[in-house]
């Protein structure tokens, strides 16, 4: 089964503090593909990084890094120096190569809420 | 450019009633995908399409249809609806037939069922 954990219902940090966001995954495929998704108060939700199952590398963009960790199934996300303009709801994402006969149906966990305080 | 337009924003439904969520990408997307989302539950996938002319079912399909009959929109039917499919819809469309690749979302529609 395909399933995925964001145990973090709510975080709240001040701002600068440095925050990690956990996901952790289960599938049975050995192709895969995992996914991190922002969704600000506004409501929309906006594509943030896509990782396969075959590139372990960690990932750095500006103050964004993620951690995949296949011996452990986690995709972590850490947030460093973090600003106000984090605040979001942080969604973790799983997709198989053919779920279902889809061509890479989205599976989300339910979210962690992130707030930064000034 | 536009990406993904959902109409109408938000709206309220009596039920029994019936209403067409509409979509609409301008990516030339193959793959369109209709989700709900409600508190505690994060995303769940209602229906699919991998291509125009094609559909599926996703994880809660019950109480909803849908059409691809072109690219570009994908429109979701509820028949007759239920005060359990008050939520906020989102449209997502994604690139590409082979593979999973990230998907892209509209804004969002607000449906309450009364």
């Known amino acids: 089964a395909q399933k995925v954990t964001q145990a973090q219902t709510e975080i709240s940090v001040v701002e600068k503090e440095d925050v990690t966001l956990d996901c952790v995954y289960e599938t049975r495929d050995t192709t895969y593909y995992l996914f991190w998704y922002k969704q600000p108060p506004s409501g929309e939700l906006v594509f943030l990084i896509r990782r396969n199952s075959f590139d372990e590398q960690n990932e750095i963009s500006g103050r964004y890094s993620w951690n995949f960790q296949k011996s452990t199934s986690s995709f972590n996300f850490t947030i460093t120096a973090s600003q106000v303009v984090d605040s979001a709801v942080y969604f973790c994402a799983l997709s198989e190569a053919n779920y279902g006969g889809s061509q890479g149906n989205l599976i989300f966990g339910k979210g962690t809420k992130l707030s930064v305080k000034p | 450019t536009a990406g993904i337009t959902q109409a109408p924003t938000s709206q309220i439904l009596a039920a029994g009633r019936s209403m067409t969520l509409r979509c609409t990408q301008d990516?030339?997307?193959?793959?369109m995908y209709w989700y709900r989302q409600d508190l505690g539950l994060g995303l769940r996938l209602i229906h699919y399409?991998?291509?125009?002319?094609?559909?599926g079912k996703g994880e809660v399909p019950d109480g909803y249809s849908v059409s691809r009959a072109n690219t570009d929109d994908f429109p979701l039917t509820l028949a007759s609806a239920v005060p359990s499919q008050t939520s906020v819809y989102f449209c997502?469309?994604?690139?590409?037939?082979?593979?999973?690749?990230?998907?892209?979302f509209g804004p969002g529609t607000r449906l309450t069922v009364t």
């Open positions: 990516m030339r997307h193959n793959a």
């Open positions: 997502a469309s994604s690139p590409g037939l082979a593979g999973p690749y990230e998907q892209y």
């Open positions: 399409s991998n291509t125009a002319g094609t559909t």
